[in-house]
């Protein structure tokens, strides 16, 4: 007799490959099932191969049996997961045929010491159970606990002991012995089962789990029938049937209907603390199988709660089932358990594959390593708690991670601002409540639909009279027309065609009409309110956005215990190990911008590794946070002192003579670096201006001729504009930027330098000429005018701040109090255990926080640390050398990042101000085009603190890491950017890049974080930093350290200062807006005021549905 044993080889391409073939005499446990090379031994290199199989110093292995029936052992997820696990160095998996299985007596079974083994149909479980008591191999899944789950009702039964969520359920058994448990009692929309009354719509499925014919019964208010669910056929899972009677034969469960949202969730467990979670389109709702362009099943990723990762560790320890599938209905805020299949595989998801044969393949040598006297070692990956060496030289747990990023490369946004006074509008605001908050934004098809109606109502009436009092001007309504007519019904009463998710309107209250901009329109003044019409359009993430967001979210994971690897190369990144086993508490949230929130789904499918398009994965796990102004803003409603500032710049920006001393204490009163560089290259605004404007009327005269030319006819540009297109923003921007009075309208500024960018870095293959002087000149003036509009000196700047981002400063305060207060609370929990031997707990987590918004909140967050008053530059040198790069930092472009990460150190009291340990990190985000080698450059990403040279290193740590004072002179050299970095991942497996910051050290304490650099730099192992290095995103600026030696009492004290000092602003600004307003509108305003303060306190309690 033979049997078949599968060891890992090399196919084609150097791919492991299972082999046939092992005779009774050999000894399967004696061969090397570890992971070989691609330069093994191939056909005619048997002889080699033998001699190293005969090495008596080979060592004894854990051999691995799969006793199933063939149709699940060479399944596709079976056969890549035990692809991977034989990459363990000292496991073989041997497969039993399908023939043995069912023809061999037991005893005649081939020999292992781990079996994973598990019912399916034909399978003879007798045996399987037999074999067990025979040979005693370690089980992966219990197999007495399989008969129950081939009954329904056992299933139920165990689910109701361990005090699991259930729906409400009653058993007809139509049993001739019992027949107190068959009374059915079926009226027209119920039915009575043992006494138990069921309304329509109820389910009724077949106490055996093998059978899938499960009904729903609908009411006859919705037309009755049923709904027939079955196992998938094709394309389909279910049919409609007019019949409204149960079945009259046969046992059955009949439970009530859950209202989900139309999707069902499939959760699969390796393990009591591992779990993949994933959503599908419900069978109940149309029958129809979603399926990709591939044909498989579309199922959207899915984010488990605490509550639910806690059933799942209870499904698979109830069931003594590691390897377990189980369904889950969300439903009326709670989930409920409705079906356990156990034994069951993810399929197509090559991190799920990673994971589980990762798990399983450290269960099995953790378990069989010491009594078969292998010399394996527990590995430290993320199934330990999650500890890495700080920068100060001691070891700590990595406890929350917040990030603030702006969003991805866009198209150009474009704008046109109007003050409107008619009475239609004004009509259009009330109906929207604009009132209540003196704004309104009008985003939907109907509301957009009506602002349209009003203009053309409006335009009709000046071509009509056209001596009537329409204050409006046509020019304006014309392009208000114009825009909103963009791609919308071509029937003009339709509503509803809109493709709007990048197209807006905003109409703002001004009491007093709109500011005049300049002495010469104080004539034209006009008293009285009027609304200040805002139209946005454009501003749509793009491919390369995209990329950049996914590829950010890849290379963020480094910062976690555990990154070291390639990005999803075996053994896999810790972040994801960490995350399915329940201890990475990850939200996102977004702000309700289309590009927002794009940019945050591509992210989260970068960190976690999923796959598919990005639509479900923003539905399923990107938070929309517009509340109480989180990260949603409406930069046209100005605050006075945004206001003030902005006609302040303006009028120093119009004088027509090179700046002045007076100019540069005026503009830039911090001696900003970048800001007075910028000034240098503009000196005289107006000519400067004058050449822009010049090179503007070039462009378009270009644009004009290519045209003209036939061969441009269908030229299409990128993501998929037309020249038309290109020519019709350009000509509104020559046409704006430039009044009729000659004066420059300086608010153009950043949408020109928005403009030329794109078009250099997108669109640069049309060859246009004087493309990069325009670039040049207009990055100069934007560098001025974009941050110095978040203020101009202090006061301003945190006035400012304020107004934008405090819901946003509180929300991080409470982010990391909650993580403080979370090791009191789960200590107390009975299942929250320490570790044992490496066993993964659930109780110990990283709290991961990401918010996703625009660049004002970003501007204004960075302002509130760096004038705040979180630390004096003066007494501190590291502040001070981060004040000194950030006042070299020109833009905070896209994907610019602001990150705090929070440590504890387990080994200090937790009443010490040294138990939590607090670091701020920052990256100005994209490189930007032809930017040179004259980049600010910081100190890496946590560089060992020079606060900490003298200190001695904690008992804790592994070695002394404040010794690794990195080479300023090295670290401050620029690194050789890519004039055009491609966006294209490193495919370097197994490793990641840094920069090698000495040829004669082979330590490094700083070191980058995401480095843009365009030459590959030696492979280094940084010694002590928690992870081996960061590959590369070439587009995005490296992390760097602003601080790093913060303490968590040190931080929580200056946002507390920060939300008290914002707290007053704003609550000035709002008793301000509320006298503008009649007693109607008083109410309404106090009431929103109210709401704001409760909602976001400075302190506890703190609104829970952010968490």
Known sequence: MSHFECRPGTGRGGLPRFLVGCDDDESPGSEDGGMRSDSEPRDGEEEEEEEEEEDPSSERQVVVGICSMMKKSKSKPMTQILERLCKFEYITVVIFPEEVILSEPVDKWPLCDCLISFHSKGFPLDKA????????????????????????????????????????????????????????????????????????????????????NVYIYYPTSAGGGSQRLFRKIGSRSSVYSPESSVRKTGSYIYEEFMPTDGTDVKVYTVGPDYAHAEARKSPALDGKVERDSEGKEIRYPVMLTAMEKLVARKVCLAFKQTVCGFDLLRANGHSFVCDVNGFSFVKNSMKYYDDC?????????????PQLHIPWSIP?????????????????????????????????????????????????????????????????????????????????ELVQHNDCEIEEKKSKLEQLKTVLEMESSVNENQYGHFSGINRKVQLTYLPNGQ????????????????????????GELTPAGRVQAEELGRAFRCM????????????????????????????????????VQMTAAAFAKGLLALEGELTPILVQMVKSANMNGLLDSDSDSLTDCQQRVKTRLHEIMQKDRIFSEEDYQKLAPSCSLSLVNSMKIISNPVSTCDKVYTLIQSLTRQIRKRLEDPKSADLQLYHSETLELMLQRWSKLERDFRTKSGRYDISKIPDIYDCIKYDTQHNASLGLEDTLELLRLSRALADIIIPQEYGINREEKLDIAYAYCLPLVKKIQLDLQRTHEDEAVNKLHPLWFRYSRGVMSPGRHVRTRLYFTSESHVHSLLS????????????????????????????LNYMTQIVIMLYEDNNKDPSSEERFHVELHFSPGVKGCEEGD????????????????EKQTDPGSLEDLSQDEPDRAVLIEPISMQKRSPLIRNRKAGSMEVLSESSSSSRASAYRLFPSCSRQSPEMKPSGLGFEGCSMVPSIYPL????????????????????????DTNSKTLKSLSALFDSKSQQSLDSYAQEESASTPSHAPRPRPLV
Request: charged fraction near 30%; hydrophobic fraction near 35%; proline fraction near 5%.
């Open 129 to 212: 159970v037999s074999y067990v008591q025979l040979r005693s191999p370690l089980l992966i899944n219990d197999l007495n606990m399989q008969y129950f789950i081939q009954d329904r009702r056992e299933v139920y039964r165990i689910l109701q002991e361990e005090g699991i969520d259930l729906p409400r359920y009653a058993v007809l058994n139509r049993d001739p012995d019992r027949p107190e448990e068959c009374n059915l009692v079926e009226c027209e929309d119920h039915v009575e089962v043992n006494g138990e009354v069921f309304h329509k719509p109820f389910v009724e499925k077949p106490v055996c789990a093998e059978d899938h």
């Open 934 to 949: 004259n980049v600010p450059m910081g100190f890496g990403f946590r560089p060992a603190s020079s606060e900490n040279k």
């Open 357 to 369: 044969a990762k798990v399983l393949g450290n269960m099995v040598m953790r378990e069989l390593a």
């Open 560 to 595: 976690y215990p555990g990154g070291q690897g390639d990005y999803a190369g075996f053994p896999g990144c810790g972040l994801l190990r960490l995350h399915s086993t329940y201890r990475h508490d990850l939200k996102i949230y977004a702000s309700d911008e289309g590009r």
């Open 864 to 891: 509130i640390f760096r004038y705040g008053g979180l630390l004096n530059e003066e007494k501190d040198e590291q502040w001070k050398q981060a004040m000194d790069y950030l006042n070299a930092v020109s833009e």
């Open 380 to 460: 430290m990956e993320a199934e330990d708690i999650p500890i890495v060496p700080t920068t100060s030289g001691s070891m700590m747990e990595l406890r929350c991670v917040i990030a603030v990023v702006r969003h991805g490369d866009r198209t150009p946004k474009q704008k046109m601002k109007m003050e409107v006074r008619n009475a239609m509008f004004f009509d259009l605001f009330e109906k929207y409540g604009g009132y209540k908050s003196g704004k309104l934004k009008l985003k939907k098809p109907k509301q957009l639909q009506e602002v349209l109606d009003i203009a053309r109502q409006l335009l009709l």
């Open 1040 to 1063: 760097e350290t602003l601080h790093n030696s913060l303490s968590l009492k040190q931080v929580d004290e200056f946002l507390t200062a920060v939300c008290e000092s914002g707290g």
């Open 515 to 538: 500011p005049k901009a300049s002495s010469e329109e104080e004539d034209s003044q006009r008293e009285g309110p009027s609304l200040l019409l805002v139209l946005k359009w454009g």
